[in-house]
């Protein structure tokens, strides 16, 4: 087990605009053969994104964490946690990195959902940033950073 | 005392430790290299601070005579804590965002970019956030459009450290792995914050043990964007990676110590 980040920048990451108004996948990871990751509840997140036309997405955006396993219908999403992007909006990139205002930007997992706080997914299970809001996301401007461990099996 | 009786001392490794390589976006990569000397044995000493800034490079050409011409920045350039700041005037190459026009027509952009060159800043920059989105430029010679050269710390991509076996086998284990921008706004000198980058308790015991003629690697992957580390004008690359190191004991045979260190990478 390795402490690693979960990140819009790594290889298995596939990072897509949403549709304005439907609860659609931003990014996907799709889990590498022969690993398994676990992420746990209560870290920061770090996010940034901006609006398709430019400009911050409106405070409307409800984004959340997702997994699906393999075999369930393309839309069957298992909703994990969901947060607001207001605390992303305010806070700049280089001011995400401190854990000084970090309060609103920890992880929650529904509880019913994860039931220890810890959710492993393996190969073919795939995990998913989702987003719903009024309009559609720029998808080159996503940064999205959360800490993760893997596990080689 | 006998030489290889001395303790261990710290080592800072600094970007003149490194050669540099270049990078083809798409596939992870080696694009820098450090090795270990052969009397010497290195240790990881967790929780130190890491500093490591690789750069980008983009291309512009500003119109002969130009007053005030704006570049737009793709990717934008973060404003490293731990570099100098265009924005405040500081126009050195150490600056996290540095520009070099082609002052001789060779189709070189080599001669560094301050408010009083033939392409020279006017002081206005375009931020984003902490990143800088736009340089205004003007050009005084009117001898013709004139190619320039930007240098950004890198906002995309992940970049990694690993060691590396040398010779037979190139095994190789990861020490440590953080986003670009991560390392971007880490800031060594603030302990107070957690933006720092510290040396990962994991690499604690023989997993952060380099014996000598090691390799120690800094690999980085992005789809897109290619890092500009090995160009003679990237002298803004900014790395400070702190090693322990220590000669080899007279009891130890350096060979023995690859072997088992290899051993205990393959697992």
Known sequence: MTDETLSTELPYADVQANLANNPTPVTTWDIPQGTAITISQGHAAILDVDASGGGNVSRKTRLGLAYREPNDPLDAWTVISEFNIAPFNTLSLKDQQSGENAQRRRVRFISERVPEGRLTLEDADELALLAMGPESIDADSLFFNYPMQVENR | ?267
């Open chain 2, 1 to 267: 005392m006998p030489g290889n009786q001395r303790p261990e001392k710290s080592v800072y490794l600094g970007p003149e430790k490194f050669d540099f390589k270049s990078y083809t976006p798409g596939s992870e990569g080696i694009v820098g290299t450090t090795q270990v000397p052969t009397t010497q044995v290195w240790r990881v000493p967790t929780g130190m601070p890491l500093v490591v800034a690789l750069v980008g490079r983009q291309t512009a050409t500003v119109t002969s005579g130009a007053d005030g011409q704006t570049i737009s920045l793709d990717p934008e350039a973060p404003l490293t804590d731990f570099l100098d700041d265009v924005t405040a005037s500081e126009y050195t190459e150490d600056a996290s965002l540095v520009g070099y026009f082609d002052s001789d027509g060779d189709g070189d952009p080599d001669t560094l970019i301050t408010d009083s060159t033939q392409v020279s800043y006017d002081g206005n920059f375009g931020t984003d956030g902490d990143f800088v989105s736009s340089v205004d430029v003007s050009e005084s010679a009117g001898g013709g459009d004139v190619d320039v050269a930007f240098y950004a710390t890198m906002r995309h991509g992940l970049t990694k450290i690993q060691k590396r076996n040398s010779g037979k086998g190139n095994v190789s284990q990861e020490l440590q792995a953080e986003d670009s921008i991560t390392w971007a706004f880490s800031n060594p000198d603030a302990p107070s914050t957690d933006r720092q980058i510290t040396w990962d308790a994991r690499n604690d015991g023989l997993r952060g043990v380099i014996p000598p003629k090691f390799n120690l690697d800094l690999i980085f992957y992005d789809k897109e964007f290619a890092t500009a580390v090995a160009r003679e004008d990237a002298v803004n690359v900014e790395v400070s990676i702190p090693v322990s190191q220590r000669p080899v004991r007279e009891d130890e045979d350096p060979a023995d110590l690859r072997r088992k260190v290899s051993q205990s990478m393959v697992a």
